[in-house]
C-alpha cells in the first residue's frame, strides 16, 4: 500500500488454541463471579477480571483498544492503590499497557508493521524528544519523570494505538458508535449531578469520573466540536447528529466554562468563513439551530442570572479567577525568563510556582497547578524550543486535515470528518489559552487519538481511491 506500512488488528478467524482461549476467558469469568459471591471477596473477582484481559490479548488485541476508548469517559483515579502516595487511574492506565502490548504480540505473530508515513509522525516524535530530554535540565528530576511517563501513557494509547488499529474510513464506524454512546452516557449522568445539587458556577460534575467542571466541558466539546463542524456537509443521519448536538451543547452551556465557549464561538466563524464560497441555507439553518438550542437550554433551566454573573466579571481583573489567571500566567512567564531555551522542566511549573508568585493573596496561590494557559506553561517548562515543536505539530496535524478535505472533493462524508477534525482541535486550542486541561488521562487521550486519526485515515483514503481508479482502468 503506498505510504502505508501497518499491522492488521482488525480481522482474522479464530485459530484451535485461540477458540481455547476464549473457553478459558468465559469459565474463568463465571468462577470468578461464582466465587466472589460466595467468599464476599471483590478481589478474587479483580484477578480474574485481570487474568481474562491478559487472555484475550492474544485473541483480539483491537477489542481492548475500543474498550479503552469506550470506558475513557468513566475512567476514575483511586487513591494510594499502588502504596501511600501511589495512584493508578483505573482502567486507563491498566488497558493502555494491554492494548500496547496486544499489538506488539500480534506484530510479532504477524511478522509485519504496517505503518503510515506522514510529516505529522515526525512533528510529534521532535515533540516527545523534547519532552524525553527536559530529563536533562530538569529543576525537579522526579518531578518529571513522571510527568513523562504519564505523557507517554497518552501518547501511547491514544496516537500510537490509533496508528495500529485505524487504516481506514470504515474502520472508524464501531469506535464512532461506542464513543458516542459513551459520550452520552456521561453527558446524561453530568446534567444529574447538576440538577441534583442545582447547578451552579465552579461545581463538581459527574463526579467520581470527572469532577472538574473545565475538564468536563473541555471532555465533551470533543464530540460537540467535530459534529457542529461535521454537520455543515450534506451527510447522511445529520439529524441525529444534531440531536447529539444539542445534548452536548446544552451541557457545555450548563458548566459555565467560558474557555469552551469561546471555543466554540471562534469555531462558528471559522466555519463561516470556511463555507463562504458555498454559503447555503443549510449552513445557516444549522448555525440557527444551534443558537435557538442555547438560547432555549438558558430559558428553560433558568440560567440567565448565573451568565449575566458570568458575562459582568469577564473584564474584571479583581475578581477572584482573573486575578488567579495573571498570577500564574506571570509566573510563567518569570519561570520561562529564568531558563528561556530548555524551560524549568517537564511538569515542574505546579511545583516552582511558590517561586514565581506575582499575587500573593490570590485564592489559587498556594494550589499545586497548572498555568492556566498550555502555550505558557509550554514555554515555562520547555522553554523555546519546545513551543516551537509543539507549534510545529498543530501545523503539521493542520496539512494533513488539509489533505483529507481536499480527497473528499467527491464524498461529504470525507469532507465532514475532515471538517470535524479541524473543530475538534481549533476548540482545544482556544480552550487552553485560559483553563487548565491537565493532567487528564481524558483530555491527554483525546488529544493524541484526534492527531493519530489525521495520517492514518488520510492514507487509508488514499489508498482506497487508487484501487478504484485501478478498477476502473482495467478491462
Not at 445534548?247 to 459555565?256: D, G, K, M, P, Y
Not at 492556566?372 to 509543539?390: D, M, R, V, W
Not at 470535524?420 to 491537565?438: D, F, K, Q, R
Request: glycine letters at 8%; a positive charge; aromatic letters at 12%.
Amino acid at each position: 500500500m503506498p505510504g502505508l506500512s501497518t499491522i492488521s488488528l482488525r480481522r482474522f478467524a479464530l485459530d484451535p488454541i485461540q477458540s481455547a482461549l476464549a473457553g478459558l476467558v468465559a469459565v474463568a469469568l463465571l468462577g470468578g463471579l461464582l466465587f466472589s459471591a460466595l467468599l464476599g471477596n471483590l478481589r478474587i473477582l479483580g484477578l480474574v477480571l485481570a487474568g481474562s484481559a491478559g487472555l484475550l490479548l492474544i485473541a483480539h488485541p483491537r477489542w481492548i483498544w475500543l474498550l479503552l476508548l469506550t470506558l475513557l469517559p468513566f475512567s476514575v483515579e483511586v487513591k494510594n492503590l499502588l502504596g501511600a502516595g501511589h495512584n493508578l487511574v483505573v482502567p486507563t492506565e491498566v488497558l493502555t499497557p494491554l492494548a500496547l502490548s496486544a499489538a506488539m504480540l500480534m506484530v510479532i505473530r504477524n511478522g509485519c508493521l504496517k505503518w503510515s508515513t506522514s510529516p505529522l509522525h515526525i512533528a510529534v516524535g521532535l515533540y516527545i524528544a523534547v519532552q524525553c530530554l527536559s530529563l536533562l535540565t530538569t529543576q525537579v528530576p522526579v518531578v518529571t519523570l513522571k510527568a513523562l511517563i504519564r505523557n507517554l501513557s497518552a501518547f501511547m494509547g491514544g496516537y500510537v494505538l490509533t496508528q495500529m488499529c485505524v487504516q481506514s474510513f470504515e474502520d472508524l464506524k464501531w469506535p464512532f458508535r461506542l464513543l458516542a454512546g459513551s459520550f452520552v452516557l456521561i453527558t446524561l449522568y453530568g446534567l444529574y449531578t447538576q440538577f441534583s445539587e442545582g447547578i451552579a458556577i465552579y461545581q463538581e460534575i459527574a463526579a467520581p469520573f470527572i469532577g472538574d467542571h473545565c475538564i468536563y466541558a473541555a471532555f465533551l466539546s470533543f464530540p460537540a466540536a467535530f459534529l457542529l463542524s461535521a454537520v455543515t456537509q450534506p451527510v447522511r443521519q445529520r439529524w441525529w447528529a444534531l440531536g447529539l448536538l444539542g445534548l452536548f451543547a446544552i451541557a457545555i452551556l450548563a458548566s459555565f466554562v467560558r474557555g469552551a465557549w469561546l471555543g466554540f464561538l471562534i469555531l462558528m466563524f471559522y466555519l463561516l468563513i470556511h463555507q463562504r464560497a458555498a454559503l447555503s441555507f443549510r449552513y445557516a439553518l444549522i448555525l440557527s439551530l444551534t443558537v435557538l438550542i442555547g438560547l432555549g437550554g438558558v430559558l428553560v433551566f433558568g440560567l440567565q442570572a448565573l451568565i449575566q454573573e458570568r458575562w459582568e466579571t469577564l473584564f474584571d481583573i479583581r475578581y477572584v479567577a482573573n486575578e488567579s489567571r495573571i498570577d500564574r500566567w506571570m509566573a510563567a512567564i518569570s519561570m520561562w525568563v529564568s531558563s528561556p531555551f530548555y524551560g524549568v522542566g517537564l511538569g515542574c511549573y505546579p511545583d516552582l510556582h511558590y517561586q514565581h508568585v506575582y499575587y500573593a493573596r490570590s485564592f489559587e496561590a498556594e494550589q499545586h497547578m497548572g498555568a492556566h494557559n498550555l502555550y505558557l506553561e509550554i514555554l515555562a517548562e520547555l522553554g523555546i524550543i519546545g513551543l516551537f515543536a509543539f507549534l510545529l505539530l498543530i501545523v503539521a496535524f493542520l496539512i494533513e486535515t488539509r489533505r483529507i478535505y481536499r480527497l473528499g472533493v467527491d464524498s461529504p462524508e470525507i469532507r465532514a470528518f475532515s471538517l470535524g477534525l479541524e473543530g475538534m482541535m481549533l476548540v482545544y486550542l482556544v480552550h487552553v489559552l485560559v483553563n487548565n486541561l491537565g493532567p487528564s488521562d481524558k483530555i491527554d487521550i483525546c488529544f493524541w487519538t484526534l492527531c493519530g486519526l489525521a495520517p492514518s485515515v488520510r492514507c487509508g483514503i488514499q489508498w482506497l481511491q487508487i484501487q478504484n481508479k485501478q478498477k476502473g482502468a482495467s478491462p
